[in-house]
Structure formats: structure tokens, C-alpha cells
């Protein structure tokens, strides 16, 4: 998930291919687990899409967020908020037939983000980790207890873009809700 969010989306960006980003980010958000508002660590593609990867490190969650805040300041594309599509049930992998708003998918992924902040504070926990796959804690408990300074970091520069990104579509209770958790 991470590597389509990244690589391809700055490429397409710099290449001002930016219908091609706006169906990627579709395809992305339309994987969202229904139930939990995550993502799968990855997942494959047309006859392939019911292979994916039901569990998730703790910075996959921001990736989708960080691709569509970089869409919107390239594109200005505010339209994108409204558009209709699926999520994904966790155990079928199946879409749902329900469909919701790209702005509410966003909303339902950041009260993932803030439920899973570190008692206290506006940390994300670490949870099932972060890129560097080889730092997982020997005490399990810990994954709820420690903090990610990468996904932090990442986090608090997608809530800045969000932010900036509410404000141009007048969206002004999320505008300071991102701030705020900022």
C-alpha cells in the first residue's frame, strides 16, 4: 500500500498525470476495511483482488491520506470529496455494497488515526509497525505503548496538508479538526 501511495502517485505528480492519480486514489480508498478503516498491508489487482494482506502496519493507515493530500494541492481537484465508492469487507475481501463519500472515507480513517493515539497524548502508536520491519518490540505491549517518530512525523505533516486542503474546499470543521490533532 505504502509503495503505490509513494513511488507511483510523485511520479504521476511530477508527470502532471493526474486522471491517472485520481483512479489510483479511487482504487486505494475503495480497499478501506469497512470494518476498521484500515488497509491491507497490500493487495492485487482485478482477477487477483481477493489476494490481499488483511493486516497493516501502523503507518499504512496515513499513506492513502498523504497521496490524496498531495493530489489536492497539485490539482485543486476539491471534487474528488464527493465522489461515491465501496469499501472492502475484511474477511471477504469482497467490495461492499455500500458506498460513501471519498471525504467520508477520510473522516472514518482519521478517527482510526486518533482512536489509536498513545493514552495521553497526539502519538500515534506504534501498533503492527512502520516501514523498517525489522524493529518490532520484544514485549508485544508495547506496540500499543510505543510511539513511531516516522509515523508520527508522517502523520503530523498529512494533518498540516489536510488542513490546508479543507480550507481551499471550505471545509472548515475538518480544517480545524486537522489542525487541532496537528
Request: net charge negative; glycine share 4%.
Amino acid at each position: 500500500m505504502r509503495d503505490v501511495c509513494q513511488g507511483p502517485i510523485e511520479l504521476f505528480l511530477a508527470t502532471r498525470h493526474y486522471t491517472t492519480i485520481k483512479a489510483i486514489l479511487l482504487t486505494v480508498f475503495s480497499h478501506q476495511y469497512e470494518d476498521t478503516a484500515d488497509w491491507p498491508q497490500w493487495f492485487m489487482f482485478d482477477r487477483f483482488v481477493h489476494i490481499q494482506h488483511p493486516d497493516s502496519h501502523g503507518d499504512i493507515i496515513v499513506w492513502p491520506l498523504k497521496a490524496l493530500a498531495l493530489y489536492l494541492e497539485a490539482t485543486n481537484d476539491l471534487s474528488i470529496l464527493e465522489v461515491k465508492i465501496p469499501y472492502t469487507d475484511q474477511h471477504t475481501f469482497a467490495f461492499t455494497p455500500q458506498e460513501s463519500t471519498l471525504l467520508q472515507h477520510i473522516q472514518y480513517a482519521i478517527d482510526a488515526i486518533e482512536a489509536r493515539f498513545i493514552s495521553g497524548t497526539a502519538l500515534s502508536s506504534y501498533g503492527g509497525g512502520d516501514w523498517n520491519d525489522t524493529l518490532q518490540p520484544a514485549d508485544a505491549a508495547m506496540h500499543e505503548r510505543m510511539a513511531s517518530a516516522w509515523t508520527v512525523s508522517l502523520t503530523y505533516q498529512v494533518f498540516q496538508q489536510l488542513a490546508q486542503a479543507f480550507q481551499r474546499a471550505g471545509l472548515d470543521h475538518e480544517r480545524n479538526r486537522m489542525r487541532h490533532l496537528a
